[in-house]
Antibody
Framework: QVHLQQWGAGLLKPSETLSLTCAVY????????WSWIRQPPGKGLEWIGEITHSGSTKYNPSLKSRVILSVDTSKSHFSLRLSSVTAADTAVYYC??????????????WGQGTLVTVSS | EIVLTQSPGTLSLSPGERATLSCRASQSVTSNYLAWYQQKPGQAPRLLIYGASSRATGIPDRFSGSGSGTDFTLTISRLEPEDFAVYYC??????????FGPGTKVDIK
């Protein structure tokens, strides 16, 4: 049973860099792809990007200029950095496993979520 | 970019009733690469359906997905108390790689 546990700073000032890490327990890290998704308070879901165990990445074009995903296979961890944050980046950030059943991509399971608030 | 629209915004039903949720795409979804999620307050979303009609592991058979092209449906055959939640559809394959609909809230009538 795969379990994702995430952590990182929850309060940032405008222009700072958001940094979150997600640890994968109980399953193969190398066999899957790993994603970050966010959800502003009371709103819908937005995919941020995806990374493989070898470090290959895909990003949402709307965030690509500010996002860096990285991976540490020795620890089964993957991380998100989002630079130059503003109040619009206030959201619950989730890590999740990207799965491709019959080539159809979806997310399962998800981390517990981290509320990141950007405020001066 | 494929835009997903979900209707209704809110569905008010009683336990035991049938729920029918709609997800419409602005363009045809690649090979029916559409998923559905359930989200309860304060929790992460949970995968229910992938590939438009396949149930994820552990999902009760009262949940079913159907549709193709631009029109997809999630049906809950008989609502249980734990099914009152927000439901999101999600497509895969078109840039951006993954997009979500705005959600449908199923609440107790």
């Amino acid at each position: 049973q795969v379990h994702l546990q995430q952590w990182g700073a929850g309060l940032l000032k405008p222009s700072e860099t958001l940094s979150l890490t997600c640890a994968v327990y109980g399953g193969s890290f190398s066999a899957y792809y790993w994603s970050w998704i966010r959800q502003p308070p009371g709103k819908g879901l937005e995919w941020i990007g995806e990374i493989t165990h070898s470090g290959s990445t895909k990003y949402n074009p709307s965030l690509k200029s500010r996002v860096i995903l990285s991976v540490d296979t020795s620890k089964s961890h993957f991380s998100l950095r989002l630079s130059s944050v503003t109040a619009a980046d206030t959201a619950v950030y989730y890590c999740a496993r990207s799965i491709y059943y019959n080539s159809s991509g979806s997310f399962d399971p998800w981390g517990q979520g981290t509320l990141v608030t950007v405020s001066s | 970019e494929i835009v997903l629209t979900q209707s209704p915004g809110t569905l008010s039903l009683s336990p035991g009733e049938r729920a029918t949720l709609s997800c419409r795409a602005s363009q045809s979804v690649t090979s029916n690469y559409l998923a559905w999620y359930q989200q309860k307050p304060g929790q992460a979303p949970r995968l229910l359906i992938y590939g438009a009609s396949s149930r994820a592991t552990g999902i009760p058979d009262r949940f079913s997905g159907s549709g193709s092209g631009t029109d997809f449906t999630l049906t809950i055959s008989r609502l249980e108390p734990e099914d009152f939640a927000v439901y999101y559809c999600q497509q895969y394959g078109s840039s951006p790689l993954f997009t979500f609909g705005p959600g449908t809230k199923v609440d107790i009538k």
